[in-house]
Protein backbone atom coordinates (compact mmCIF):
# COMPACT_ATOMS: atom_id res chain seq x y z
CA UNK A 1 0.00 0.00 0.00
CA UNK A 2 0.93 3.69 -1.11
CA UNK A 3 0.70 6.61 1.64
CA UNK A 4 0.58 9.43 -0.03
CA UNK A 5 0.58 12.66 2.33
CA UNK A 6 0.04 15.98 1.37
CA UNK A 7 1.36 19.60 3.40
CA UNK A 8 1.73 23.41 3.01
CA UNK A 9 -1.96 24.63 2.77
CA UNK A 10 -2.26 27.44 4.91
CA UNK A 11 -4.85 30.99 4.92
CA UNK A 12 -2.91 33.69 3.15
CA UNK A 13 -3.85 36.66 1.55
CA UNK A 14 -4.79 37.45 -2.36
CA UNK A 15 -1.18 38.42 -4.18
CA UNK A 16 0.53 35.49 -1.63
CA UNK A 17 2.26 32.71 -2.31
CA UNK A 18 2.43 29.15 -1.12
CA UNK A 19 4.25 25.82 -1.45
CA UNK A 20 2.29 22.95 -1.21
CA UNK A 21 4.67 19.38 -0.81
CA UNK A 22 3.43 15.69 -1.25
CA UNK A 23 5.55 12.41 -0.66
CA UNK A 24 4.85 9.04 -1.43
CA UNK A 25 6.03 6.11 0.65
CA UNK A 26 5.08 2.14 0.97
CA UNK A 27 6.13 -0.23 3.22
CA UNK A 28 7.52 -2.31 1.06
CA UNK A 29 9.88 -0.59 -2.36
CA UNK A 30 8.26 1.80 -4.82
CA UNK A 31 10.11 1.03 -7.79
CA UNK A 32 8.97 3.93 -9.98
CA UNK A 33 6.68 6.88 -10.10
CA UNK A 34 5.13 8.05 -13.46
CA UNK A 35 2.18 10.58 -13.25
CA UNK A 36 2.32 12.83 -10.23
CA UNK A 37 -0.37 15.60 -9.63
CA UNK A 38 -2.49 18.31 -8.05
CA UNK A 39 -5.52 18.70 -8.01
CA UNK A 40 -8.08 20.99 -6.09
CA UNK A 41 -11.78 20.77 -4.98
CA UNK A 42 -13.57 23.70 -4.02
CA UNK A 43 -17.24 24.21 -2.00
CA UNK A 44 -20.08 22.83 -4.46
CA UNK A 45 -17.78 22.26 -7.35
CA UNK A 46 -16.00 19.19 -8.81
CA UNK A 47 -12.37 17.77 -8.53
CA UNK A 48 -10.04 19.72 -11.10
CA UNK A 49 -6.89 19.13 -12.44
CA UNK A 50 -4.35 21.82 -11.06
CA UNK A 51 -1.15 20.49 -12.78
CA UNK A 52 0.68 17.47 -13.71
CA UNK A 53 4.30 16.16 -14.24
CA UNK A 54 5.16 12.95 -16.05
CA UNK A 55 8.24 11.06 -15.25
CA UNK A 56 10.38 12.56 -17.99
CA UNK A 57 9.52 16.08 -16.59
CA UNK A 58 7.10 17.50 -19.50
CA UNK A 59 4.44 19.09 -17.44
CA UNK A 60 0.41 20.03 -17.82
CA UNK A 61 -1.39 23.22 -16.29
CA UNK A 62 -5.01 24.41 -15.80
CA UNK A 63 -5.63 27.76 -17.75
CA UNK A 64 -6.41 29.30 -14.56
CA UNK A 65 -3.23 28.68 -13.07
CA UNK A 66 -0.92 28.90 -16.00
CA UNK A 67 1.99 31.94 -15.11
CA UNK A 68 1.19 31.47 -11.68
CA UNK A 69 1.89 28.12 -10.55
CA UNK A 70 5.17 25.69 -11.28
CA UNK A 71 5.11 22.16 -10.57
CA UNK A 72 8.05 20.08 -9.79
CA UNK A 73 9.10 16.76 -8.53
CA UNK A 74 12.16 15.38 -6.63
CA UNK A 75 12.40 11.33 -8.03
CA UNK A 76 15.31 10.85 -5.22
CA UNK A 77 12.36 11.40 -2.45
CA UNK A 78 9.44 10.41 -4.27
CA UNK A 79 8.00 14.22 -3.33
CA UNK A 80 5.97 16.68 -5.95
CA UNK A 81 5.81 20.63 -5.06
CA UNK A 82 3.21 23.20 -6.23
CA UNK A 83 4.83 26.54 -5.90
CA UNK A 84 1.95 29.11 -5.82
CA UNK A 85 2.05 32.54 -6.27
CA UNK A 86 0.06 35.39 -7.11
CA UNK A 87 -2.71 33.64 -5.49
CA UNK A 88 -6.44 34.56 -5.90
CA UNK A 89 -9.64 34.08 -3.73
CA UNK A 90 -10.74 31.53 -6.56
CA UNK A 91 -7.86 29.22 -5.93
CA UNK A 92 -9.40 28.38 -2.50
CA UNK A 93 -9.83 24.61 -2.48
CA UNK A 94 -8.91 21.21 -0.85
CA UNK A 95 -5.51 20.57 -3.00
CA UNK A 96 -5.28 16.88 -3.12
CA UNK A 97 -2.23 15.08 -4.92
CA UNK A 98 -2.28 11.88 -7.28
CA UNK A 99 0.73 9.59 -7.83
CA UNK A 100 0.84 6.81 -9.52
CA UNK A 101 3.68 4.08 -10.71
CA UNK A 102 4.98 1.06 -9.57
CA UNK A 103 5.76 -1.50 -6.68
CA UNK A 104 7.74 -4.30 -6.04
CA UNK A 105 4.29 -5.80 -5.80
CA UNK A 106 1.83 -3.66 -8.09
CA UNK A 107 0.86 -0.98 -9.65
CA UNK A 108 -0.61 1.88 -7.65
CA UNK A 109 -2.84 5.03 -8.13
CA UNK A 110 -3.13 6.81 -4.59
CA UNK A 111 -4.39 10.36 -3.43
CA UNK A 112 -3.36 11.84 -0.60
CA UNK A 113 -5.77 13.15 2.17
CA UNK A 114 -5.87 16.66 1.17
CA UNK A 115 -4.27 20.35 2.11
CA UNK A 116 -6.57 23.56 2.62
CA UNK A 117 -5.67 26.05 0.79
CA UNK A 118 -7.98 29.81 1.88
CA UNK A 119 -7.16 32.50 -0.41
CA UNK A 120 -9.12 35.99 1.43
CA UNK A 121 -9.47 39.06 -0.58
Known amino acids: QVQVVESGGDLVQAGGSLRLSCTASASGSILSINNMGWYRQAPGKQRELVAR???????YYADSVKGRFTISRDNAKNTLYLQMNSLKPEDTAIYYC?????????????WGQGTQVTVSS
Open 53 to 59: IISGGST
Open 98 to 110: NVDGLTMRRAFNS
